[in-house]
């Protein structure tokens, strides 16, 4: 099974991915495309997100059974942690999300 998650994506490609693959829900795509569909789905995805984020989690030969790929504006990024993947986010220094002072 492969799962699809696109924020803030332009609507062509939710509309290319229902093609191949089932809405759950806004933005979510569930289904059982081949590798071969799957690796050019990615490199559509992956040249046309813009400033939206993407999201792939599909089957592969480890302890967890599946691997991610991401693509865009990353707020989460897959991380190798022991032979896990973890989704780590990028730190924030401590005042870079307060206003400026006057």
């Given amino acids: 099974m492969t799962v699809v998650v696109l924020i803030a994506a332009p609507a062509g490609l939710r509309g290319h991915l229902t093609r191949w693959m089932v809405e759950v829900n806004a933005g979510v795509f ?4 081949s590798r071969r569909i799957r690796d050019r789905l990615w490199d559509l995805l992956a040249t046309r997100i813009g400033d939206g984020q993407a999201i792939l989690v599909e089957p592969a030969n480890n302890e ?25 986010r990028r730190r924030t220094q401590p005042n870079e999300n307060r206003p400026q002072a006057r």
């Fill in 64 to 88: 967890q059974g599946w691997s991610v790929r991401t693509a865009g504006k990353d707020r989460w990024r897959p991380t190798d942690f022991d032979g896990l993947i973890l989704s780590a």
């Fill in 30 to 33: 569930v289904g059982n495309p």
